[in-house]
Structures are given as structure tokens and as C-alpha cells.
């Protein structure tokens, strides 16, 4: 048993697509004892890719945890891993993750360097403030080159990197690694899986370069302890490993450097020492300190430290349907201690849940537990209502964390099932889908008829259609993808509503004047300003209007698209002692929202991605002259490991198909990648377009 939180290490080991994450997360489980034989990604047999999609196409989808153990300076360390997906497609499970961890292992390729991804992963990193530290991977292949990725990381990232290793040898001839904190060199013994290594001096031809780098690597650190400052500046040499050390960890928790290590997972170097700078560097649950949250019954700040004392408080971050044991939900444990069979209760609903057993992870194994104290993290089954983002804790101290936000889907298709068997089992496996992926929506439109499923990309979709085939054994047909276009205002406007209703015995009546326009910037959604006086409209009528207009937002009058934010200021009104209720508001706000809106200029907005395409030099200007027929705009243009790299802004609607046309493109030498960037106002002439093709759709439904 872990004597104490101390050492515990939650960790996730994030990165760009191919930069090794997954190969890096199974060399740890080789080295820490966890499994006996090591799985490879292009095998399909990585034991933290277990989904047969994953298995199939050499991807990570989820992310899976596990547990294992590392023996550092003689004592034992507990160290859970999320290994996460790079896909940008799958970006919410890394965003879920990062919520939960204490730190990160940022992984990079050491021939691609700062890849689009790496960027992305990155922010959420800084949004989450999770100290990190990178591990910069496959030195082994032609091309590599470490000081361009730590230059890279500074420049791209605007991080402070600082290189605790420098690479023996390159490409081919790398064989081992100077550490710079003990002034050794590292080589390991090829043909025995990496396991062992050897201690020997610094090659001659690198001492020089070691010594530079330690003098940097001790300035950088010099910052987060004056002690270690004053020694720099008196006796470098007087410097020990031990108070060396302990700079780096005490400025890798204040997040003031990103201490960078290198190797090649593949090739199994590396892997041991990153292992001891995880437990070395990154904090505890005890670094991290106490979580802040707000108590719903009185709405103050409250604490909970990371004890077992403490009352409970947990996060759930995951839920995940298991063929065997049904939906598990992965919680982290902030404070006190969670037991199989005890009651909680979950913020959001205001019930109590049962737990009814306890899991610790490994990978989609699970081995049951009694109970999970502070700082860990576990999966959990019994819960009839738990939702990504909820809080559990005891009922007699609630708590609420601050929830996980998640980007909205960019792109839909239309799915229909193929038999009558195959309708009554859709329904349950998209709930249990959307239920695991808040990413994932799931529209009826009523007008054709047709189930919309809606994802952040074409990968996404097509693994979930997958998924409905293999696990929910649902049989569907499906429609091209469509892009989730969406509408905006664009000038204000006042209106008067009045909704009038007489059929015999009481009636219905309400009357609002708002003045409706574009939300102040940065305003996501509806933004509601009651700015009645003097009783006209009574407190109770005026939630109703709030939610009439909220409702009426998921159907623009363009197209039926969905407003992105509005701003909606209720002026005045009058009301009626005996007809009017609750639901006469609400309908006079869904009228005066369809009335009012055709006057406010209403415009069409399209996704907008941002894509990045490394082709070879020689078909550089065929792939640009590709991105200007499909309405994009070329903004960067570099050299890049022999190759260009270029940068383009490029609307999602003209993106479809894209990977095969490159491919032709270029002879199968480039690759992309793209990601979600911002809405913007579609063109009049291809807006025209659009609302023609959508009336003649639902015409003809």
C-alpha cells in the first residue's frame, strides 16, 4: 500500500497524432511490471488501445487509465496514467482529462517537432494550469533533431523549455543520453528490450556541450530558489544533484519551466529516466493543494484538502459503456474517501446515487476495490443519473467543482435505420453514446423525418457509426456529411408581442416589448436582461420568457440553424390577473423571437478549420492553388525538415474528401492536419445557395 499521497503521481501522457504517446505509454507498463510482453500500435496489439477501432486503424480514441508502480530512490511510487488520443477529432477526451491530472508528459516527435496538435493539447494544458514535462521521441529516425524541437517548444508553445538530457549519438547512431543534473552519460545495451543500461563519463566530445547546458538548465531553475541562485553565482560546482533537483521539481510545479528529456520508445530508450523524472518532478495530490468549489445551498467558496479525513468530494470526468459490468464512470477523488456500496450524492440532480462497486483501471480491466481514498483515481458502477463534469460528494457537506467545458460539434449526418428491429435499438445505443461523448449530439428533425447524429469531425462520426454496427449491433444507412451551420443577428431591433388567446373558460394572455440584437463579445448562447419596472410583468413570468427565447435559439429563421448567441432585453409588458400564466410568456417570446428576428438582418455562419498541410517543395504551388479554389486563405508558409509547411484558414463545407485529393495531389508525400478554428459570416451569393437547396430539401420531405 502507498504509505501516503506523497507518492501518488495522476498523470497523462498527451501529444500530436504519431508522435508515439501510446508506444511511450506501453514501454512504461513493460518497465513498471504491468505486462509481461509489450504491445505495438501498428500490430493493433497496445494494451491501452483495446477498442477494436483502435486496434484497427493504429489510433488512440479513448482515453484509457491505468495504475502501476515505479520504485525511485529506494521507495515506491503509485502513478495513474491516462494515456490520451492526439486525433483533434477526439480532443474532448483529452480536455476531460486534463481537468483531473496533477501533471502531464507531453510527448513530441523528434522529426516533426511542434505539430498542430501539440499546440492544441498545449492551451488546455495551460487552461487546466497542469505542470508538465516533454519527452521528445523517436531520436532514433532520420531526421531527428532535439535542439530544433526545444527551440520549437519556446517558440510555438511560448514555453520555458529546459533540457535535462542531451542526446549520444542521432538518427541511427543514437545510443544513450547525457543527464545533465547528475553529469553522466546513459547507454543503453541493445538486444535486451532496453531493460538494462549503463552508467559511464561523459564522452569527450560532449563535455563541453554538457557543461553549457547544465549552466543554462541551473540559471533556468535559479528563479523558483534563491538558494540555488546565490550558489550559481558564488560556486557553480558547489551545487549538489539532491538541491539541483529540487529546483527542478519546486519550478516545474510552479509551472516557470518544462524540464525536456529525450529518447525512442520504440527502440526502448529513454523510458526508465522518464519514469524517475515523472516521480521526481511532477507533483502530488498534496503539491496541488486543495481544490476550490461552491457550496449550491449558500453559494460560497469552499475548500477540501487532499485528505482522507476531509469530507468526500469527486469528480466524474468519464463515463464508459463496459459489455460486462454496463456504465462506468471514471472519477478522480479530490478529498476524503469513496466506498463500494455508500451513498453519495450527485450536485447536479440534488439525488443520491448508491455506489455499488469499485474499480481500480487497468487499461478496460478492471480490479475490484473497497474503497479509493484522496488523490486517485478509480471507475465506479451503480449510478442511474451521472453525467460528464458532475460532482459527487457527501450530502452533509455538498460541494460543486467547476464542471469541464466542451467544444460544440462541426459537422452532421443524417442516419436512418435499416430495419424495424434495428429503430426500436437506435434510440438506447445514441443515448448511450451521447451519454459518453459530450462532444457527440443527437437532433430528430421533424420536418424529414431523419435521426441527426453531429461530431467535431469525419473520423468521429464514422468510428460512432462504427460502434453502433459492432457494440449496439444497429444496422444504419447514412447520409453525406452536412455541415452544422449556424446563424447570427447582425442589428437590433424592438419589438411588441402580444399573445392573445380566448376558447371558452380561462384564456390565455401575455405581452412583452424586448429589444433584440447581437450578444456583447464573447457571449456564447442567450444573454437574457430583465429590465422591468414597477411589477408589469410579474418576478414569476419572467423565466418563462428566458426560456421561450432559449428554446426558440435552436432554430433559426434563415434555415433552421442554430443561433450562436443572442442578446435579448425585456422592456416592458403588461399581464392579465386570470389568463396569464408561465406558459403564455414563454409562447409570446417563441412568437416575438419569430417575428422580430427576419428585421434584425439575420446572417449564415460556417465553421471555419485550420489546417496544416507538410508536402514535399515541388508541390507546393499545386496545394495552394487547391486551397484558393476551395475559398481558403494561405497565412504561413515555412521550411520544415526538408520539407514546406503550410498554414491555411479554410471553410469546413469545402474541406470534404480533402486527405484523398491531396494525396493525388502530391503522389501520397504530404500530410494534414486539421482542427476547428471560429465561425464566420458565409458569402451572400454561397448564403443564397445554401437557403435555396435547404427550402427545396424541405419541400420535397
Known amino acids: 500500500m502507498i504509505k501516503s499521497l506523497k507518492y501518488t503521481r495522476n498523470i497523462g501522457i498527451m501529444a500530436h497524432i504519431d508522435a508515439g504517446k501510446t508506444t511511450t505509454t506501453e514501454r512504461i507498463l513493460f518497465y513498471t511490471g504491468i505486462t509481461h510482453r509489450m504491445g505495438e500500435v501498428h500490430d493493433g496489439a497496445a494494451t491501452m488501445d483495446w477498442m477494436v477501432q483502435e486496434q484497427e486503424r493504429g489510433i488512440t480514441i479513448t482515453s484509457a487509465a491505468t495504475t502501476t508502480f515505479w520504485k525511485y530512490n529506494n521507495e515506491d511510487y503509485k502513478i495513474n496514467i491516462i494515456d490520451t488520443p492526439g486525433h483533434v477529432d477526439f480532443t474532448v477526451e483529452v480536455e476531460r482529462s486534463l481537468r483531473v491530472l496533477d501533471g502531464a508528459v507531453a510527448v513530441f516527435c523528434a522529426v516533426g517537432g511542434v505539430e ?12 487546466y494550469r497542469v505542470p508538465r514535462i516533454g519527452f521528445v521521441n523517436k531520436m532514433d529516425r532520420s531526421g531527428a533533431d532535439f535542439l530544433s524541437v526545444i527551440s520549437q517548444i519556446h517558440e510555438k508553445l511560448g514555453a520555458n523549455p529546459v533540457p535535462l538530457q542531451i542526446p549520444i549519438g542521432r538518427e541511427e547512431t543514437f545510443r544513450g543520453v547525457v543527464d545533465l543534473v547528475d553529469m553522466q552519460a546513459m547507454i543503453w545495451h541493445e538486444g535486451q528490450q532496453g531493460v538494462t543500461y549503463e552508467r559511464q563519463d561523459i564522452p569527450a566530445d560532449l563535455v563541453e556541450e554538457a557543461r553549457e547546458w547544465r549552466g543554462k538548465l541551473i540559471e533556468s531553475v535559479a528563479d523558483a530558489d534563491d538558494s540555488i541562485l546565490e550558489r550559481y553565482l558564488d560556486d557553480p560546482d558547489s551545487i549538489t544533484n539532491d538541491q539541483l533537483s529540487n529546483a527542478i521539481r519546486k519550478a516545474t510545479i510552479q509551472m516557470s519551466v518544462v524540464p525536456v528529456m529525450c529518447g525512442a520508445a520504440f527502440k526502448n530508450k529513454g523510458i526508465q529516466r522518464l519514469l524517475d523524472a515523472v ?6 495530490p498534496v503539491d496541488i493543494d486543495s481544490v476550490k468549489g461552491i457550496n449550491p445551498r449558500n453559494d460560497e467558496t469552499v475548500e477540501r484538502k487532499p485528505e482522507a479525513s476531509e469530507p468526500l468530494a469527486a469528480l466524474a470526468f468519464k463515463i464508459a459503456t463496459d459489455p460486462f459490468v454496463g456504465r462506468l464512470a471514471f472519477l478522480r477523488v479530490y478529498s476524503g474517501k469513496i466506498e463500494a456500496g455508500s451513498n453519495v450524492l450527485n450536485v447536479r440532480t440534488g439525488k443520491k446515487e448508491r455506489v455499488t462497486r469499485l474499480y481500480q483501471m487497468h487499461a478496460n480491466k478492471q480490479n475490484p ?7 486517485d483515481i478509480c471507475a465506479a458502477v451503480g449510478f442511474k443519473n451521472l453525467r460528464t463534469g458532475d460532482t459527487l460528494c457527501d450530502e452533509k457537506k455538498p460541494i460543486l467543482l467547476e464542471s469541464i467545458s466542451f467544444p460544440e460539434p462541426v459537422i452532421g449526418i443524417a442516419i436512418e435505420p435499416k430495419t424495424q428491429n434495428d429503430l426500436d435499438k437506435l434510440g438506447i445505443a445514441l443515448n448511450k453514446l451521447s451519454e459518453e461523448d459530450p462532444t457527440f449530439r443527437v437532433k430528430y428533425d421533424e420536418q424529414s423525418g431523419q435521426t441527426l447524429i453531429n461530431g467535431m469531425g469525419e473520423l468521429h462520426l464514422e468510428i460512432l457509426v462504427d460502434r453502433l454496427k459492432r457494440e449496439f449491433k444497429v444496422e444504419c444507412s447514412q447520409g453525406a456529411p452536412q455541415v452544422a451551420y449556424k446563424e447570427a443577428v447582425t442589428a437590433s431591433v424592438e419589438h411588441r408581442e402580444l399573445f392573445r388567446k380566448q376558447s371558452g373558460g380561462r384564456g390565455k394572455f401575455a405581452d412583452i416589448v424586448v429589444r433584440i440584437s447581437p ?5 456564447r448562447g442567450l444573454q437574457f436582461v430583465d429590465e422591468i419596472k414597477g411589477g408589469n410583468i410579474p418576478k414569476e413570468y419572467i423565466p418563462s420568457v428566458q426560456k421561450g427565447f432559449a428554446e426558440a435559439m435552436q432554430n433559426g429563421v434563415l434555415a433552421g440553424f442554430p443561433l450562436e448567441n443572442l442578446k435579448v432585453v425585456l422592456l416592458d409588458g403588461s399581464f392579465h390577473s386570470v389568463d396569464s400564466d408561465s406558459l403564455s410568456f414563454e409562447i409570446a417570446a417563441k412568437q416575438a ?4 428576428l427576419p428585421k434584425t438582418k439575420p446572417v449564415l455562419l460556417e465553421p471555419i478549420m485550420k489546417v496544416e498541410v507538410i508536402t514535399p517543395e515541388e508541390y507546393m504551388g499545386d496545394v495552394i492553388s487547391d486551397f484558393n479554389k476551395r475559398r481558403g486563405h494561405v497565412e504561413k508558409m515555412e521550411g520544415k525538415a526538408g520539407a514546406r509547411l503550410i498554414r491555411a484558414r479554410v471553410p469546413l463545407a469545402e474541406q470534404f474528401g480533402y486527405v484523398t485529393v491531396l494525396r493525388t495531389l502530391t503522389s501520397g508525400r504530404a500530410t494534414s492536419t486539421m482542427e476547428f478554428s471560429h465561425y464566420e459570416r458565409v458569402s451572400d451569393d454561397i448564403a443564397r445557395k445554401l437557403l435555396d437547396s435547404s427550402t427545396g430539401q424541405k419541400e420535397s420531405a
Not at 476495490?369 to 488523490?375: E, L, M, Q, R, W
Not at 423571437?593 to 422580430?596: E, P, S, W, Y
Request: charged share 25%; aromatic share 14%; proline share 6%.
Open 369 to 375: 476495490k473497497n474503497f479509493i481514498g484522496a488523490g
Open 279 to 284: 516521480v521526481a518532478f511532477l507533483p502530488s
Open 593 to 596: 423571437f419569430r417575428h422580430a
Open 116 to 127: 498542430p496538435q501539440s499546440e492544441t493539447v498545449w492551451r488546455q494544458a495551460d487552461r
Open 519 to 523: 450578444a456583447d463579445e464573447g457571449y
